[in-house]
């Protein structure tokens, strides 16, 4: 069974420019979450998909971030315009039920976001 | 408020020794869950462990040990004879009844095992 995919594995952009992320979770799982690790800081809760629908957004940091996913596949998270604090690694995980499964959530390697 | 502290930035051992990276978390709903994942060189965070409010029991999986205390809030994980291969971060992490799906993680822990 392929795991949770995310590309790119890293990204410098200059602040002000466009980037997009992708996640491609395991193949029947409904529930993907995004979560961001910023500078050895703990790792956040942005926010939790339920196939295409957004169920929880609470985390999203503000209106330059913008996540979907298209038919409940994969997911994108586009930051416009980033800024130099956006900079960090940005997880994916994907699950078949809400955090109560036995074997937790599936993380993919995350994608290093480097705003300079 | 809902945290996870883990004190212990970077822990460094000799191979064979045995290391403890605590966890000390804060809630106040008598239903959540506990977890550790970690993070090796290649950045994704593998599950290791779950834990619910309910079950106190400590669990041995190898030569990993996990010691879950309600008493002090805390959720402390042990490494019996390190190896090289333990090298990682490791993260504790909490969630709450009401909102399972929604991890609050610690600052992790840096664990450098050396030949």
């Known amino acids: 069974e392929a795991g949770v995919t995310q590309f790119p594995s890293h990204s410098v952009i200059e602040k002000g420019q466009t980037v997009t992320l992708r996640c491609d979770p395991i193949?029947?799982?409904?529930?993907l979450y995004w979560y961001r690790r910023v500078m050895g800081k703990e790792i956040k809760f942005l926010l939790h998909?339920?196939?295409?629908?957004?169920?929880?957004e609470s985390g999203m940091p503000n209106n330059r971030f913008l996540a979907e996913r298209t038919g409940g596949t994969y997911s994108t998270l586009k930051v416009q315009p980033a800024e130099l604090e956006d900079s960090g690694v940005y997880f994916c995980?994907?699950?078949?039920?809400?955090?109560?499964?036995?074997?937790?959530?599936?993380f993919g390697s995350g994608t290093r976001l480097t705003v300079v | 408020a809902q945290k996870v502290t883990q004190a212990q930035t970077e822990i460094s051992v000799v191979e064979k020794e045995d290391v403890t990276l605590d966890c000390v978390y804060e809630?106040?709903?008598?239903?959540?869950?506990l977890f550790w994942y970690k993070q090796p060189p290649s950045g994704e965070l593998v599950f290791l462990i779950r834990?619910?409010?309910?079950?106190?029991q400590n669990e041995i999986s190898g030569r990993y040990s996990w010691n879950f205390q309600k008493s002090t809030s805390s959720f402390n994980f042990t490494i019996t004879a390190s190896q090289v291969v333990d090298s990682a971060v490791y993260f504790c992490?909490?969630?709450?009844?009401?909102?399972?799906?929604?991890?609050?993680f610690g600052t992790g822990t840096r664990l450098k095992v050396l030949a």
């Open positions: 992490a909490l969630s709450e009844a009401d909102r399972t799906y929604k991890y609050i």
């Open positions: 193949s029947g799982h409904d529930n």
């Open positions: 834990r619910n409010s309910f079950d106190e």
């Open positions: 809630t106040r709903d008598t239903t959540y869950y």
């Open positions: 998909f339920v196939k295409e629908s957004k169920q929880d």
């Open positions: 995980a994907s699950s078949l039920g809400q955090g109560t499964d036995t074997y937790g959530y599936t």
